[in-house]
């Protein structure tokens, strides 16, 4: 943390940017307002239209709308898929680059209806298309990308039925593109063009050479999941031939990885893929689309470093690396420049939703809750407890490094000497009481310090508290779980107000994993943020925030917790201060998600009408109690899965 803020100084909106760098993650999309409220910014291209989160957040909980609560923002989306098209069109005609491009959104990375149709509608004037990878992935595809310009890619392993699926999207005039993974997808497609009297079009995926960097770098390399050899390309090329449709074969594709950490692995990269492509031109295979796939990294942390959750090069670099790669390459072999395809899904979708929770309790290593124990010296009591309480006693600006020694060897004492029955109960909770009030005033006398002894320095980690959060991680940040991916977390209001708190957050599932205790630091990720005090007649709303890629969809259903409950949030085009909730999508209640584990809700609520029936009629319940009793069982069953807090 900056050392700024631990000190007493003022504290301002600055401040709090440096501790949140909220500019640094959200990519012109999130600033902090005046009155210390984060703001959205919906619209790239309108940096003063600004909407308070506080304001939707009041709005939805006047409509009765219940959090933990996914807020989407789809001008957010629409500026993301604007951007990207843009960038890779200006920077293909500043460098008089001769393909165009022609990109597309895998589905994978988002499959909501709503993030879907919201993608299409606004890629259809850059015939911008879809990426399936699924036969349900593809299902949607062919239903929703209706634009006879723009392709539909199709990765992953694939049965008879997904190349059947694809061939009926080619009788419907798509540009559905079949990428061969592996070499007997090939003679299935051959044979199932012929039967149906349709021409495919071929795209390969080459198995590359070179590593991706960060946590998917084995999507690449000799042991890759995905692609083909040269000397299975080469034998591709034999069959198509023999077939007489070599024609067919239009694209050639390379995905090493997602969340591509260092821009090097993707200059290296685009090299191979330009040094296959123009060979295989060279032996006149009709080539004219080169697929980047994925891989377009999120800044996570802001950090842009090649941290795992961060990047060293913006969107435009990006853009810029790979056309005048394929440009060096192409004019030096004297092939024709390729249409350039992408698949990013991360830094389209990221940005554009944020998971909202309140804060409903505050887990501090003295004990939950603030109950002070009377740590009163009593008679004959044990000589650890007093020289525990002498110490806090004489603490001073003097003799505060050696008291925090002091304390420290004394609550080991303690400890041993508890386990040898020493120490009685009453005795242990004093000498921890008087542990954490030294500590807590040694915290007061090092935070007015310019030089801090480094061994001091864990004191604010060892005074942190984990605040309890009305969510679930499992379900809104898994791979905050999974992959310890860092997920911007930030108080909603009060950003003008100093944070005294460090936090590590806890989710509310019965899980010792439910947690979130990675978070932006200086420099590296720390375990703990910087968060408010709980004010006792004030909600404290926080943000997980660029979760609208992978985090939105791939929630599991851990302690049967199901989805949230969803807003989607527009401005309006003649008032663009103002916004709207376009839509709200119901979260899971109880019995959706007992359904889904087999359940039949109306069993359950039989099962335990019958049990209350029996006391009734055994004179233990009065019948109204009994009737209220099934009612309030029943009400549960169709409530939302969370915490009413
Ligand atoms: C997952 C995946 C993508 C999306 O990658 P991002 O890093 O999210 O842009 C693209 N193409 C393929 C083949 C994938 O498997």
Request: hydrophobic fraction near 35%.
């Amino acid at each position: 943390m900056n050392k700024q803020n631990t000190k007493n100084t003022e504290w301002t909106i600055e401040n709090a940017e440096n501790t949140y760098r909220i500019k640094r993650w959200g990519n012109g999309y999130f600033d902090i307002g005046e009155s210390g409220d984060l703001m959205v910014i919906p619209r790239y291209n309108e940096p003063e239209l600004k909407i308070s989160l506080k304001e939707v957040i009041d709005e939805m909980q006047s409509t009765g709308i219940e959090f933990p609560a996914v807020i989407r923002f789809h001008d957010i989306l629409r500026s993301q898929v604007e951007l990207i098209n843009k960038t890779f069109r200006s920077v293909i005609e500043e460098t008089h680059y001769e393909g165009s491009y022609l990109g597309v959104f895998p589905v994978k990375v988002n499959q909501m209806r709503e993030v879907i149709e919201e993608i299409v509608d606004v890629g259809k004037r850059f015939n911008y298309g879809l990426e399936a990878g699924s036969k349900p992935e593809l299902a949607a595809a062919l239903a929703y990308n209706t634009n006879n310009e723009a392709l539909t890619i199709l990765n992953g392993y694939k049965d008879e039925d997904y190349l059947r699926l694809a061939l009926l999207g080619r009788k419907i005039g798509r540009k559905v593109v079949v990428v061969i993974e592996k070499f007997s997808e090939l003679n299935m497609l051959i044979s199932l063009s012929k039967e149906l009297n349709v021409k495919p079009i071929i795209g390969l995926r080459i198995k590359m050479m070179v590593k991706g960097r960060g946590k998917w770098e084995s999507s690449s390399g000799e042991r890759a999941k995905f692609g083909l050899s040269i000397a299975e390309i080469l034998n591709v090329i034999q069959l198509c031939e023999k077939e007489g449709m070599l024609d067919c074969i239009e694209l050639l594709h390379f995905h090493i990885g997602s969340q591509l950490t260092d821009i090097r692995a993707i200059k290296e990269a685009v090299q191979e893929a330009a040094t296959v492509y123009t060979q295989l031109v060279k032996r006149d295979v009709p080539l004219h689309y080169i697929d980047v796939g994925g891989g377009l990294a999120i800044d996570y942390d802001g950090s842009q470093s090649t941290n795992d959750s961060s990047c060293n090069y913006d969107l435009t670099q990006y853009v810029s690396d790979i056309v005048s790669g394929f440009k060096q390459h192409c004019d030096l072999e004297s092939v024709p420049h390729p249409n350039i395809v992408s698949e990013s899904g991360r830094a389209i979708t990221a940005h554009h939703s944020c998971v909202i929770t309140k804060v409903i309790g505050e887990i501090h290593p003295k004990g939950i809750g603030s109950t002070v124990f009377d740590t009163k010296k009593a008679t004959g009591e044990h000589i650890t407890v007093t020289n525990m309480r002498d110490i806090a006693q004489v603490l001073s600006t003097e003799n505060y490094q050696e008291a925090f020694n002091d304390v420290q060897a004394l609550k080991e004492q303690a400890i041993q000497a508890f386990k040898l029955g020493v120490l009685s109960l009453e005795e242990v909770a004093k000498t921890e009481t008087l542990y954490w009030q030294t500590l807590e005033d040694i915290e007061q006398i090092i935070s007015n310090h310019d030089f801090i002894p480094e061994e001091l320095k864990e004191i604010p980690e060892l005074l942190s508290s984990q605040y309890l959060a009305n969510f679930s991680v499992f379900q809104s940040a898994a791979d905050s779980w999974a992959i310890e991916q860092v997920l911007p977390v930030v108080p909603i209001s009060r950003l003008n107000e100093k944070p005294t708190k460090l936090c590590s957050l806890v989710d509310i599932t019965c899980d010792s994993d439910g947690k979130i205790d990675k978070f932006i630091g200086e420099g590296a990720v720390t375990n703990s943020v910087p968060l408010h005090k709980l004010n006792a007649d004030e909600d404290y709303f926080i943000g997980l925030f660029l979760t609208g890629a992978y985090q939105d969809v791939m929630g599991d259903m851990h302690n049967l917790f199901g989805r949230l409950n969803e807003v989607h949030i527009f401005s309006y085009d003649d008032d663009p201060k103002d916004f709207y909730i376009e839509e709200v999508v119901k979260g899971s209640s109880m019995e959706s998600v007992l359904s889904t584990m087999q359940y039949t809700p109306a069993i359950l609520a039989q099962s335990v009408k019958k049990a209350i029936d029996k006391k009734i009629q055994q004179g233990q319940l009065k019948p109204r109690e009994g009737v209220n009793l099934i009612d309030f069982y029943e009400d549960c069953l169709s409530d939302y899965t969370y915490l009413k807090a």
